[in-house]
């Protein structure tokens, strides 16, 4: 049975795919020595070349779908590699045979918190599609006399440049930080255009002084995840995302080990991610 190019290449492990239809527009695709176009349609059996190199094609049921969560701290970059030389998002997760993690959304370099990466590229793409509704959370440090106008307006709408924008739910988490004016709120929204939480408060000349991500749809951020660390998510957390866009159970788990519910289980990962990320740090700093 055939499937769209992007699909395929999606769940080879090539990018999201958004990213594989990008791809392919710019002629970047190739299927049996031919220029692909978008709404090609492979059987699995083709010689798919992206840039030239064979792209290895699984079927559906031969990888499983994995899903990582990952404490991102401030000033990394969610891109694969950056040009300045400054550290990535990317650089400390677990290798992968034949494949690579796919990003499911965004932070800016500024903004720490949960970040959640797959190797299914069609969860990939659904989680981060608009019509899919996926609610993110995010703790906030506003800095300003912020006035209960403020928040009806915030979550009534207001105008931004690339259109109309709001929260769906703002909860004060403290009334003042010290004798600042920063203050602490728990925002939610449905959308996630580029720093939009930060644009919707400068829309009321408020500063976001501090921002961390604490949910991507069911999945929340565990506070006991040390920043620069990552863990595998459950097989139920997987198939709670996978339920919440319409997927296919995943049946099978890739390292149950690692997920019992226990005391010494905990300790013993605990303990690997820190001398993980006390390595990479050593590593940059001797650059």
């Not at 779908?65 to 991102?72: A, F, P, Q, S």
Request: aromatic share 6%.
């Amino acid at each position: 049975m055939s499937e769209k190019l992007q699909k395929v290449l999606a769940r080879s492990g090539v990018g999201s795919r958004r990213e594989m239809e990008t791809y392919i527009s710019n002629n970047r695709v190739s299927i049996n020595g031919k220029v692909a176009k978008l709404g090609d349609r492979v059987e699995g059996t083709e010689t798919i070349r992206v840039d030239g190199h064979i792209v290895e094609v699984r079927s559906q049921k031969e990888d499983i779908c994995r899903v990582l969560m990952y404490n991102k701290p401030e000033g990394e970059m969610c891109t694969r590699k950056d040009p300045e030389g400054r550290p990535t998002v990317y650089d400390r997760l677990p290798q992968l045979k034949n494949s690579r993690w796919i990003g499911i959304g965004r932070l800016d370099v500024n903004t720490s918190g949960l970040l959640l990466f797959t190797n299914d590229g069609e969860l990939a793409n659904r989680l981060m599609h608009p019509s899919y509704e996926i609610e993110r959370e995010y703790s906030v440090r506003v800095f300003g006399e912020v006035q209960s106008e403020h928040l009806k307006n915030l979550t009534q709408g207001v105008e931004l440049e690339d259109g109309l924008a709001k929260f769906d739910k703002i909860k004060v988490e403290n009334q003042f930080e010290d004798e600042s004016k920063n203050r602490w709120f728990s925002v939610s929204l449905r959308e996630g255009r580029n720093r939009e939480v930060r644009r919707l408060w400068a829309s009321q000349e408020l500063t976001v002084s501090r921002l961390v991500r604490t949910r991507y749809s069911e999945i929340k951020l565990d506070r006991r995840l040390i920043q620069g660390g990552w863990k595998e998510l459950s097989l139920d957390d997987v198939n709670t995302l996978r339920k919440k866009v319409g997927l296919d159970r995943e049946l099978r788990e890739f390292n149950p080990t690692v997920q019992k519910d226990n005391a010494k289980a905990r300790r013993v990962e605990h303990a690997r991610i820190k001398r993980a990320v006390k390595k990479h740090k050593q590593r940059r700093t001797n650059k």
